[in-house]
């Protein structure tokens, strides 16, 4: 998942060491429920997200409704700070938010369904990549640098259609207690568009309120052992801001960074982005505030 192909090709430090040696888990009979329920949710998921004979508003009701059940499902708590301005329009918007696990798609579907730009080898993961064409998946191969504008200009046609159209703009997953910047590349559609942004914060918590890193989907980790770990979490809470929308301007530069302030909780960790580093423990928390 690190592998570079390019210099420029995005690259996360967040691996195993990331993950919780001893997460809370429920028990057997809880765990196993999930599972049933997780797999009867994706058995009649390609019927669901087959609805091309729905009018818009009623399957993108279904999306959103068929999100947050296959989260309860998974054991994850949603709840969503909305921080827009009463009246923001509607019509094509790029949605924008941190990267995090394979399960931010879900998340972001169920408080806005969109079209979402992923790499191109989810198309391929059987059930999940049938899920992903039926959603209209915008494919992205980060190993080849020349194809990236052709990818701008199809987001770019979407949000002029009056489509939503979802990015990690990070380029690849972190464990949540580190992040990587906003890359500009994408941002250029809505410049294009003419479109605005909405930046979306998402952060994952434990019962105490503090970064869980359980759902991170990092490193070299397989789908499958991601999943196991997922359904035996305990008390994971997701949390969703909804932040004012972005005019997209002429600069993608500051397009970009204007939407990472956005998303980002306090100072210090903004700071820990620009470190271009994983810093996960008090001691490096501590070392960065010598520093200053």
Known sequence: MNTRAHAWMPASPCGAGCLPADPGSVNFVTAAGRWMLVVAVLVTAP???????????????????????????AGLRLTVTDLRDQGDEGGGVLVVAPHVSWTDVLVLTAVAP????????????????TLARRMRIIPIERERLRELPVVVSRIRDRLVAGEKVAAFPEGTTWCGRAYGGFRPALFQAAIDARRPVQPVGLRYAD????????????????????????LRHRGVVVEVVLAPLERPGSDRRDLAARCERAVRRNDDDAELAGLGRAVHDLAGREELRARR
Do not use: Y
């Open 207 to 230: 019962a105490a309120g503090t970064i869980a890193t359980g759902p991170a989907f990092v490193g070299d980790e397989t789908m499958g052992a991601s999943l196991r770990r997922l």
């Open 47 to 73: 019927f669901l997200t087959a609805g091309r004979l729905l009018p818009r508003r009623g399957r993108l009701a279904t999306q959103r409704a068929f999100a947050r059940v296959l989260l309860r499902c």
């Open 114 to 129: 969109a079209g979402f730009v992923a790499r191109s080898d989810l198309l391929e993961w059987g059930l999940l990549g």
